[in-house]
């Protein structure tokens, strides 16, 4: 999706390795680095996995999504972190640094994950059923605009693509302390300092 990336970092796989493999390398000019056998801290994709794999506990566990839905939750949040100052890259954001402008990331506060929704079924006149409830599970990338949701259907478990939603309850105002991500009254200072520091 992003193109031809600089250098191919492995930790030394045979399908990594293979001649398909280098001939594409050869092709596009891509450095190879293979990590050495039985060190794969030296891989430094393998901090970045760490990290989305703890983003995404941390998600799950807030929203109290099941953990059937771990594949979808990884995709939220690898999509997220790309929206997200990086301290390795200087505290600029991942798609900054590659398309050279500040991207929109209006998508991630209009909704949250695993928010429960209604998205319109059709635009038939007159419906009995025009809208379905269902739940918020990613970013609809490459299909619609910016704001089209992926959403899983209550019912069905279907996956589809939808940009008319609204809420199932309400939006609150979010007072001082509150979590903005489940409208629970959380006080700052009722919370041991390391857990605040590790929700930020």
Same mark, same amino acid.
């Not at 704001?147 to 209550?154: G, R, S, V």
């Not at 279907?158 to 489940?182: A, C, H, N, Y």
């Given at each position: 999706?992003?193109?031809?990336?600089?250098? $191919?970092?492995s930790?030394?796989?045979?399908?990594?390795?293979?001649?398909? &493999?280098?001939?594409?390398? %050869?092709?596009?000019c891509?450095?190879?680095?293979?990590?050495?056998? !039985?060190?794969?801290?030296?891989?430094?994709?393998?901090?970045?996995?760490?990290?989305?794999?703890?983003?995404?506990n941390?998600?799950?566990? %807030? =929203?109290?999504?099941?953990?059937?839905m771990?594949?979808?939750?990884i995709?939220?949040v &690898?999509?997220?972190?790309?929206?997200?100052?990086?301290?390795s890259?200087?505290?600029? +954001?991942? /798609?900054?640094?590659?398309?050279? $402008?500040?991207?929109?990331?209006?998508?991630?506060?209009? $909704?949250?994950?695993?928010?429960?929704?209604?998205?319109? =079924?059709?635009?038939? $006149?007159?419906s =009995?059923?025009?809208?379905?409830?269902?739940?918020? +599970?990613?970013?609809?990338?490459? +299909?619609?605009?910016a704001? &089209?949701?992926?959403?899983?259907?209550?019912e069905?478990k279907?996956?589809?693509?939808?940009?008319?939603? %609204?809420?199932? /309850?309400?939006?609150?105002?979010?007072?001082?302390?509150?979590?903005?991500? =489940?409208g629970?009254?959380? !006080?700052?200072?009722?919370?041991?300092?390391?857990?605040? +520091?590790?929700?930020?």
């Open positions: 999706e992003r193109g031809a990336m600089d250098c $191919f970092i930790y030394g796989a045979k399908a990594n390795l293979s001649n398909r &493999t280098k001939a594409l390398l %050869r092709l596009y891509i450095d190879d680095y293979q990590s050495e056998p !039985h060190h794969q801290h030296r891989n430094y994709a393998e901090n970045k996995i760490g990290k989305i794999k703890d983003v995404t941390r998600l799950m566990a %807030r =929203v109290g999504c099941p953990p059937s771990w594949l979808l939750s995709q939220y &690898t999509h997220l972190l790309n929206y997200l100052a990086s301290e890259l200087h505290w600029q +954001v991942p /798609l900054q640094m590659l398309w050279g $402008f500040t991207p929109d990331a209006s998508m991630f506060l209009a $909704f949250h994950f695993w928010e429960h929704i209604y998205y319109a =079924v059709d635009d038939t $006149f007159p =009995v059923y025009p809208e379905r409830l269902g739940r918020i +599970v990613g970013l609809a990338c490459g +299909v619609g605009d704001l &089209t949701y992926q959403i899983l259907d209550d069905s279907e996956l589809l693509f939808r940009s008319s939603i %609204r809420p199932q /309850l309400p939006r609150k105002q979010l007072t001082q302390g509150q979590d903005p991500i =489940v629970e009254n959380h !006080h700052l200072h009722d919370k041991p300092m390391e857990s605040i +520091v590790r929700l930020a």
